[in-house]
């Protein structure tokens, strides 16, 4: 990353609005005339839906209260 290219992370959990706030910046560039590139990163996750629910456990388990799909 570079102040000529920089890079713009907008991660969230579903529902928690990535996709207005994404909407939102690609409408700032482009009233800017901002040649900007987006890559949607949904559903990548570190765990599958059955591991997920394993981890899950295993961290209440251990009082982790932070515990995402993310690590």
Request: charged share 25%.
């Amino acid at each position: 990353m570079s102040e000529r290219n920089p890079i713009i992370a907008i991660t969230g959990s579903s529902g928690a609005g990535t996709t207005s706030v994404t909407r939102t910046f690609e409408n700032i560039f482009r009233r800017e005339g901002v040649n900007a590139a987006t890559i949607e990163g949904d559903s990548f996750h570190r765990y599958d839906r059955a591991e997920m629910k394993r981890k899950a456990a295993e961290a209440e388990a251990a009082g982790n209260n932070n515990f995402s799909h993310f690590g």
